[in-house]
Antibody
Framework: EEQLMESGGGLVQPGGSLRLSCAAS????????MHWVRQVPGKGLAWVAH????????FYADAVKGRFTLSRDNSKNMVYLQMNSLRVDDTAVYFC????????????WGQGTLVTVSS | SYELTQPPSVSVSPGQTATITCSGD??????TCWYQQKPGRSPVLVIY???KRPSGISERFSGSTSGNTATLTISGTQAVDEADYYC????????FGSGTKVTVL
């Protein structure tokens, strides 16, 4: 079964840092681009970032550009989202997701990890 | 900033057809994907590349596009289809639509 599992969420003060991890299993990880999407509780989905298959290229939403860094370790089937200079409006559930096998759309998704930025 | 607009809510009677639209400037320049999200759950891809259904997704779900508007249609809607639905433009910056809550009355 193709699975993604996020970890690393929690409570952090404004201006602080947090690193989210996403563990992949059940598929050939090195073949797929990976994405992060976030969702403020009760609100809609917002795309955050993606990384290509070998980790050489990343792209970020304007809202996180310059503060978040996405990386991957293909030897460990892991994706990492380093979040710095966190703001209150970064509070959200963060989902890790994989590009669908067709190359279009995101599937599967992890269960999400909650990040709360508050003093 | 680029936005994709969806109706906030759609109500449908069981067995009837639910139609959800997604519109945005230049949406026609890329393929559209659709996701279903039930309360407390992660999103699930129900349509990719405008009109393709992933394996395991009911044939009740279909997608189409015309110009800068994409449409998700749920035929013979069932109570189990009650959820939030989001469109997404499949090109950078991969914007999601505002979401539509489908209620089966």
């Amino acid at each position: 079964e193709e699975q993604l599992m996020e970890s690393g969420g929690g409570l952090v003060q404004p201006g602080g840092s947090l690193r989210l991890s996403c563990a992949a299993s059940g598929f050939t990880f090195v073949n797929f681009w990976m994405h992060w999407v976030r969702q403020v509780p009760g609100k809609g989905l917002a795309w955050v970032a993606h990384v290509n298959s070998d980790g050489s290229s990343t792209f970020y939403a304007d809202a996180v550009k310059g503060r978040f860094t996405l990386s991957r370790d293909n030897s460990k089937n892991m994706v990492y989202l380093q979040m710095n200079s966190l703001r209150v409006d970064d509070t959200a559930v963060y989902f890790c997701s994989r590009v669908h096998s067709s190359g279009w759309g995101l599937d599967p998704w992890g269960q999400g990890t909650l990040v709360t930025v508050s003093s | 900033s680029y936005e994709l607009t969806q109706p906030p809510s759609v109500s449908v009677s069981p067995g009837q057809t639910a139609t959800i639209t997604c519109s945005g400037d230049n949406l026609g320049d890329s393929y559209t994907c659709w996701y279903q999200q039930k309360p407390g759950r992660s999103p699930v891809l129900v349509i990719y590349k405008d009109d393709k259904r992933p394996s395991g997704i009911s044939e009740r779900f279909s997608g189409s596009t015309s110009g800068n508007t994409a449409t998700l249609t749920i035929s013979g809607t069932q109570a189990v289809d009650e959820a939030d639905y989001y469109c997404q433009g499949w090109n950078r910056p991969y914007v999601f639509g505002s979401g539509t809550k489908v209620t089966v009355l």
